[in-house]
């Protein structure tokens, strides 16, 4: 009986040590498991945040949120509409004056439907385009603006007048104007052009400047990428067949959108800061995804000779182009680096449009800078110095030297063009 005894209290030793053993295995299986979980959660928060950051910039979130002068994401920037001005929000994370309060399916809303958590937005904010974007890159989007350092900056009230300072109203806009539903690769159309694609009509939104908007001021889809005035400025036409009339090539492209100039000309207005902000941040794949997207093509499209005709003296603008613009754009139109662009082939000469031609020599147009090796000088305003005579003369001559189009601009087409580039001022 006492060795049957001893025997059992040995068993249940055993048995509890080994209980215990496993026990113990099971719980440090645990916390490692729990510790891998962590990691990989703390992993993927940080692949998100940096996912979000660089849609951030492709989405040119800080040219919009940043007022002139002022503390990034905290906004304040006034964007001049027909109904009066809208100013930009504090979208940093903060909660009292930011978006630090916005739960993700509050942000989603916002950011597809154009409903914050005040009510409705502005069409100002493109969330007409952003509704394309897909729910992981939304997700990343707001995984880095609540990552982001908070600053506290209350918003602007906008000066909207009435009866558009009636956010109710904008729930009838969104029923009439605007379809949200998830960007849809086309299955026709190779990979890098549905990237392309997506790029340039969500988080680009492109559109929103580069499309002619109907009288309830929506973006007309028939018309997609024909062009439109922007504050005084024609926002160009920039669909393939126009891109690959004038003869842009994928480099064309990818030098405009990485250093703001290429042999097609510059940037200059609000595509500045978009290039500057945006654009020029892209991959290396995802640039060639958008101009494959915009000439409609994924192949090589070879580059032409530029277009100079040669000079004609006797011509009235010869003298005016000679005494105002060869000594910055060369006397041939070659242009000089880090001063200005050439003449030759250039893209704004080669529109059907005469009206940024126009424009640039009324208005000037402000220096630039994008590095330490890439920079333009500020072009002046000829508004107080050149007659409506010579605003003509001029913008033929450049035409018909520099470009295939007519030199047949007359007077009343360049006051016509006058009186539409100042009312924006």
């Known amino acids: 009986m006492k060795l049957a005894y001893q025997h059992h209290l040995a068993s249940l030793k055993w048995l509890g040590l080994n209980l215990s053993k496993k026990l113990t295995h099971t719980v440090l299986l645990s916390v490692g498991l729990g510790l891998v979980a962590l990691t990989c959660s703390a992993a993927d ?3 998100a945040i940096e996912r979000g950051a660089y849609l951030m910039k492709i989405g040119d979130c800080v040219a919009c949120h940043t007022a002139v002068g002022g503390r990034e994401l905290a906004g304040g920037l006034p964007f001049e509409t027909p109904f009066g001005a809208v100013y930009s929000t504090n979208i940093t994370s903060d909660k009292d004056t930011g978006m630090g309060k916005y739960s993700y399916d509050e942000f989603f809303d916002a950011m597809h439907h154009g409903v914050g958590i005040n009510g409705n937005l502005y069409p100002a904010m493109p969330y007409t385009s952003y509704s394309l974007l897909t729910d992981q890159d939304t997700k990343a989007i707001y995984a880095y603006l ?6 506290k ?13 009636i956010r109710f109203g904008l729930k009838a806009w969104n029923l009439v104007a605007h379809d949200a539903k998830e960007f849809t690769p086309k299955k026709d159309k190779s990979e890098p052009w549905n990237r392309g694609n997506y790029l340039v009509n969500s988080l680009g939104h492109c559109g ?6 109907d009288s309830l001021f929506a973006m007309e889809p028939d018309k997609h990428f024909q062009g439109a005035i922007i504050e005084g400025l024609e926002a160009s036409n920039i669909t393939p067949t126009e891109l690959n009339r004038q003869n842009w090539t ?8 990485t250093e703001g100039y290429s042999r097609k000309g510059t940037v200059f207005g609000g595509m500045y800061p978009v290039v500057y902000h945006s654009f020029s941040h892209l991959t290396d794949s995802d ?21 100079f005709n040669g ?3 006797k011509l009235p603008g010869y003298k005016l182009y000679t005494g105002y613009c060869a000594g910055c754009h060369g006397l041939n139109g070659e242009g000089r ?34 590095n330490t090796t890439t920079s333009f000088y500020a072009m002046p305003a000829y508004a107080d110095k050149l007659s409506d005579e010579q605003l003509r003369d001029l913008a033929n001559y450049l035409r018909v030297t520099w470009s295939p189009q007519p030199g047949n601009l007359d007077l009343n087409t360049i006051r016509d063009l006058k009186e539409e580039i100042f009312e924006h001022d």
């Not at 609540?146 to 600053?151: A, D, L, R, Y």
């Open 337 to 370: 680096p880090n001063v200005a662009p050439a003449m030759a082939g250039n893209s704004t000469l080669d529109k059907a449009s005469p009206h940024n031609i126009v424009a640039v020599m009324l208005k000037g147009i402000k220096s630039q800078h994008y």
């Open 250 to 257: 994928h480099d064309d492209l990818k030098s405009l959108f």
């Open 287 to 307: 640039m060639h995804a958008v101009s494959s997207y915009l000439l409609d093509t994924d192949e090589a499209v070879e580059a032409k000779a530029l277009t």
């Open 146 to 151: 609540m990552s982001t350092k908070p600053i």
């Open 45 to 47: 928060d940080t692949s």
């Open 208 to 213: 929103e400047c580069h499309t002619p908007r």
């Open 311 to 313: 000079h004609q003296p």
């Open 153 to 165: 900056q209350a918003n602007l009230d906008n000066d909207v007048y009435f009866p558009f300072n």
